[in-house]
């Protein structure tokens, strides 16, 4: 699929199933994607803090903590039942979960107001992060980094879903998948089977409803 192709026709995808679907490897595959994923422009290199208090040591400003659909499986039983939504059904589905996190830069005491977490009740935990212009360049190069993966999942025809995460942002569900606290979740990206039987099919309430090019883009003209 040409790159053009995948853009058009990617969409928002949820596979909602009442029973675990059966289970296949497919480590092979969204390691190709993740790759692909990792070639996102980035400006700024993370900070040292965060490469000595993990095993991933890169210089990237984002962390992507991969489960392949048996580890879906187990985590479906172990997320807090309370504010879980659809995140279950979607577990019982899904081939694979990448939690993509972005690395804060340690907030200075002289600079700007902290933004506090905008989240779910579930997510009040999440560290509070200094409204500067390099962590808003961390987030941005991580949002770069999710959109190649969810282009390069459409490309191979997986079917995808970016998820803020609700209660997979807890502390409790963190813990559990050795996610340091200092990271902050910015998307939950699911994959999905292309088989999914009798499963639950839903797609974004917002795609029909997207503006022209010309509601929200204008040329800009100089005297």
Not at 57 to 74: M, N, Q, S, Y
Not at 102 to 131: H, I, K, Q, Y
Not at 138 to 148: E, F, G, P, R, V
Not at 167 to 177: G, H, P
């Amino acid at each position: 699929m040409q790159t053009e192709d995948a853009i058009r026709s990617r969409k928002t995808v949820k596979i909602l199933a009442s029973h675990e679907l059966p289970v296949s490897d497919h480590r092979s595959l969204v390691n190709e994607i993740l790759s692909l994923a990792g070639q996102a422009p980035f400006h700024r290199a993370c900070e040292e803090h965060h490469r000595q208090s993990s095993p991933l040591t890169g210089i990237e400003p984002w962390r992507f903590h991969v489960l392949d659909a048996e580890a879906c499986r187990k985590l479906r039983t172990r997320v807090p039942i309370e504010n879980a939504g659809k995140i279950p059904a979607m577990l019982a589905a899904a081939d694979a979960l990448i939690m993509a996190t972005w690395l804060p830069n340690a907030a200075p005491r002289s600079l700007g107001p902290l933004v506090p977490s905008v989240l779910p009740p579930s997510t009040d935990e999440e560290p509070d992060f200094a409204a500067t212009i390099n962590n808003m360049e961390h987030i941005a190069a991580t949002s770069a980094a999710i959109q190649n993966l969810l282009l390069a999942a459409t490309s191979r025809g997986i079917s995808n879903y970016w998820s803020s995460g609700g209660v997979l942002r807890s502390s409790e569900v963190f813990s559990q998948l050795g996610i340091p606290r200092s990271q902050i979740l910015l998307g939950a990206v699911f994959l999905f089977p292309h088989e999914y039987g009798d499963a639950e099919f839903a797609t974004s309430k917002l795609r029909e409803h997207r503006g022209s090019r010309e509601s929200w883009s204008r040329w800009v003209s100089l005297d």
